[in-house]
DNA sequence: TTGTGACAAAAAAGTGCTTTTTTTGTAGCA
DNA sequence: TGCTACAAAAAAAGCACTTTTTTGTCACAA
């Protein structure tokens, strides 16, 4: 299928063949602005690049996870608009997907891809500020801990 | 606030007061099982512990992040249920929440705490496979690079 | 003080229906 | 082959409405 080292970029049919979307698909995605093909022939016909492949697949994945089309375009231009990375805009990045959201990971960070919103929550985080906030509650954890060891054999339940 | 050092756990009014939560929902939760005291006392009062202290503030967090509480109550059960951790079941946990999704970290991996599927996709897995089974592929965007390098300064655009 | 029950208001979730989006097919043409 | 255009079927999204859930306040009992 992929056949000439001297080709510009991948066909239409070849895409297809690659990534197993349907090459209707393509022309639809590439007419609607979901992943569009990075060059053209003079005739008009879409030459697909390497990068693009990546991306084909990921929306592929993204559409599997059950994520709808139109929140796939509006992730694809977050993520772009968010991480302006240059020749390889996708890899390097783990992507979560689930039904409502795509989240992108990098660099230690978790992006939701359709707000471009941050956060993780570190639960151990949520102990040290009680702790802080009040010293007497761990106390009172390393206490219960101690009273529970000594009256273990006396407790039945 | 947190007074006795003999006291067997913390009582509504304190877990309250250092949780920010109302006293009305720690008793709602109590009774539709969001989170309950792991102890009681005989008159029938509450008796919050540390963990579930945590197990509080996590939840808050949750609904400060747009989750609802049944989404919550569904979370926390499928927290116990696939991470059945004893003493500090939400300790050394990530959570990720958008407003749908509740999301667990725990191990390297990313658990949707509503299904308990797990996945991460990463991308760079996705260009992998596409050269395992089209080698040619990658043999292509080696030689587009090469064209490019060449015709930089030939092409304008 | 804490828990329970009753009433009420606000928020969230479910439902049935319509509209829009997406996919696919077909045909003409370069 | 591949693009365009028209068309039809399937899937998803919106919407208005009802129902359920959640929270607050109050009165009363333990």
Same mark, same amino acid.
């Not at 990375?85 to 390097?92: A, D, K, L, N």
């Given at each position: 299928m992929v056949s000439s080292r001297l080709q510009k970029g991948f066909s239409r049919q070849q895409v297809a063949n690659i990534t197993g979307l349907s090459a209707r698909q393509l022309n639809y995605w590439r007419r609607t602005g979901v992943i569009e093909p990075s060059s053209t022939t003079q005739g008009g016909h879409a030459r697909y690049s390497f990068t693009d492949l990546i991306a084909l697949k990921t929306v592929k994945q993204l559409l599997e996870q059950g994520v709808s089309l139109q929140k796939v375009r509006k992730s694809i231009l977050a993520l772009l608009q968010y991480l302006p990375?240059? @020749? @390889?805009?996708?890899?390097?990045l783990k992507v979560i997907a689930t039904g409502d959201v795509v989240l992108v990971f990098h660099q230690g960070v978790a992006m939701d891809?359709?707000?471009g919103q941050e956060w993780i929550m570190e639960v151990a985080e949520l102990e040290k500020e009680i702790v802080r906030q009040y010293p007497d509650a761990f106390q009172l954890v390393v206490e219960q801990e101690e009273l529970f060891t000594a009256n273990t054999d006396k407790k039945a339940s």
């Open positions: 990375m240059q @020749q @390889q805009p996708f890899s390097e891809a359709l707000t």
